[in-house]
Nanobody, 112 residues
Framework: VQLVESGGGLVQPGGSLRLSCAAS????????MGWFRQAPGKERELVAL???????HYAGSVKGRFTISRDNGENTVYLQMNSLKPEDTAVYYC???????WGQGTQVTVSS
């Protein structure tokens, strides 16, 4: 399936955004889905994973602020981001194993 990210934008520190990852086909059988991000000059890093029906894993830097979820009926994975910080500024991507093809991503900029 192809994945298309959306929902990014410019937000002030402390604000919230919800990112969406829409799949071109069913995600019902896809066990692991993840959100990643890449800031300028830095390597791409894992932000959050959702495994199976709802098991989750978060990077330490976002734990307690971000929430990953999936809607199999809508073939969409979400990333709710609260209490955003300037260091969250990056291009955000969603992907599934084996993570060998990446989409365009969606830009998130946190700035006053």
């Amino acid at each position: 399936v192809q994945l298309v990210e959306s929902g990014g934008g410019l937000v002030q520190p402390g604000g919230s955004l919800r990112l969406s990852c829409a799949a071109s086909g069913s995600i019902f059988s896809i066990n692991v889905m993840g959100w990643f991000r890449q800031a300028p000059g830095k390597e791409r890093e894992l932000v959050a994973l959702i495994v199976g029906a709802g098991g989750t894993h978060y990077a330490g830097s976002v734990k307690g602020r971000f929430t990953i979820s999936r809607d199999n009926g809508e073939n969409t994975v979400y990333l709710q981001m609260n209490s955003l910080k300037p260091e969250d500024t990056a291009v955000y991507y969603c992907n599934t194993p084996p993570y060998d093809t990446w989409g365009q991503g969606t830009q998130v900029t946190v700035s006053s």
